[in-house]
């Protein structure tokens, strides 16, 4: 079945060190994002790429990083550099951009927890 | 930064009965996305939304967009148990080429 895959589902991080969430997409889109959301609020774009090997930064990408080096892949790092990294993390992609009025579907989340 | 204000918050209802939620911002917006989400899952996208006016159905759900193209409108009809969830208005503010999201509405339903 055509979807997003976002995995692990859950996922536990010691201080100071940095994790990696996955994002595979077997769509066909061109354009992939990233966003966290805190308990009781929306969502909030960490960073988002329109084509592959270029990416932009979101409302809040301090302290995360991406790459873009396939199509169906979308990974985020959340580096010791973020002091609050426990959030549920929602990966989405679409065929074009928001511009083009091309909505945007999610994967299942990954929930990062610090131990 | 630019804001939905989505309302209300929460929402207690009682089996069959009718829902109505609302996305508010000071921008005009292009499009608006209705999203749903389950806890733990993803948002599922509900219905979007396109030209200023526009009423769309997907089954016992309706949504409007708003003549201004400042608000939208997502109404339910005849709830049911499984309508419990998480509801999301979202769009692309002109000024801005990202999505931004409501807060949420947050409705449970009593059977």
């Known amino acids: 079945d055509g979807g997003i895959t976002q995995s692990p589902k859950y996922l536990f991080r010691k201080e100071g060190q940095n994790v990696t969430l996955s994002c595979e997409q077997n769509?066909?889109?061109?354009?992939m994002y990233w966003y966290r959301q805190d308990p009781g609020q929306g969502l909030r774009l960490i960073y988002y790429?329109?084509?592959?090997?270029?990416?932009q930064k979101g409302d809040i990408a301090e302290g995360y990083s991406v790459s873009r080096e396939k199509k169906e892949s979308f990974p985020l790092t959340v580096t010791s550099a973020q002091k609050n990294p426990t959030a549920f993390y929602l990966c989405?992609?679409?065929?074009?951009?928001?511009?083009?009025?091309?909505?945007?579907?999610f994967g299942d989340g990954t929930r990062l927890s610090i131990l | 930064g630019q804001q939905l204000n989505q309302s209300p918050q929460s929402m207690f209802i009682q089996e069959g009965e009718d829902v109505s939620m609302n996305c508010t911002s000071s921008?005009?917006?292009?499009?608006w996305l209705w999203y749903k989400q389950d806890p733990g899952e993803g948002p599922v996208l509900l219905i979007a939304?396109?030209?200023?006016?526009e009423l769309t159905s997907n089954g016992r759900l309706t949504a409007q967009f708003g003549i201004t193209r400042k608000d939208s409108f997502l109404n339910i009809s005849a709830s049911i148990p499984s309508d419990v969830g998480i509801y999301f208005c979202?769009?692309?503010?002109?000024?801005?080429?990202?999505?931004?999201f409501g807060k949420g509405t947050k409705l449970s339903v009593k059977p």
């Open positions: 989405a992609s679409s065929t074009g951009t928001v511009e083009a009025n091309q909505p945007q579907h």
């Open positions: 769509l066909n889109h061109d354009a």
């Open positions: 790429s329109q084509i592959v090997n270029d990416f």
């Open positions: 921008s005009i917006f292009n499009t």
């Open positions: 939304l396109y030209k200023a006016g």
């Open positions: 979202a769009g692309p503010p002109r000024s801005q080429g990202n999505l931004i």
